[in-house]
């Protein structure tokens, strides 16, 4: 009976195992596309469109779209720009960077305060959940917590991107001050040897 049992439950994990296995991506994709793979299986991405100065071409599902720019100001600090297609774009809060163990140090998870619109949605295939809340950040939240129609303020732990690392000017500095004296003694050995040749002419 035992015996029985572990061949079953072999069984099972084997086909879980080569359900979640990923192939190699594929060696004959035309000339121009790439070569990729996932849980799907194997496939040829086509190239990507040529989109306009202020668009970014994105991939999914397999297919391209040209994603439309963010908004004037970029989005509120906790919060990333983000696509499905080409036609539904949103400045996505982001909680699920600050939710459990990985975002409990973080020091980059703030509290913000933004109007947002929460829609449920279902995880991807093998994710290991099943649903998830998707924000849909419209603003920051005012001290009166007004907001626009449809969202409402909600006061969350979200990662915000620090901003980028400024160049330090330190090393500029420093080579100001050492090129600086060089320069003076040059210049003084300069007026030294123009006074020497005018009294030995």
């Not at 099972?12 to 596309?33: E, H, I, L």
């Not at 809060?93 to 998870?109: E, L, M």
């Not at 419209?138 to 620090?162: L, M, N």
């Not at 210049?187 to 005018?198: A, E, I, K, Q």
Request: aromatic letters at 6%; hydrophobic letters at 30%; proline letters at 10%.
């Amino acid at each position: 009976m035992r015996a029985a049992l572990v061949a079953v439950l072999t069984i099972v994990s084997t086909g879980r195992a080569q359900a979640d296995a990923v192939r190699p991506p594929p060696d004959d994709c035309p000339q121009g596309w790439t070569a990729h793979t996932d849980h799907g299986g194997p496939y040829c991405l086509e190239p990507p469109p040529t989109c306009k100065t202020d668009e970014t071409a994105r991939a999914r599902y397999k297919k391209w779209y040209c994603e439309p720019p963010p908004p004037k100001g970029g989005c509120p600090a906790g919060s990333e720009w983000t696509s499905r297609s080409a036609t539904d774009a949103w400045c996505d809060g982001q909680r699920s960077s600050c939710v459990g163990p990985w975002g409990k140090d973080n020091k980059n998870c703030l509290s913000t305060s933004l109007c947002v619109k929460e829609i449920k949605r279902s995880c991807p295939a093998r994710s290991g959940c099943d649903t998830y809340i998707e924000e849909r950040v419209a603003s920051v939240c005012a001290r009166s917590k007004r907001c626009p129609r449809g969202t409402k303020c909600i006061v969350a732990r979200r990662y915000v991107r620090p901003p980028p690392e400024k160049k330090s000017q330190l090393g500029t500095k420093l080579v100001g001050l050492i090129l600086l004296p060089l320069f003076a003694g040059a210049m003084l050995l300069g007026v030294h040897v123009r006074r020497r040749r005018r009294f030995t002419a």
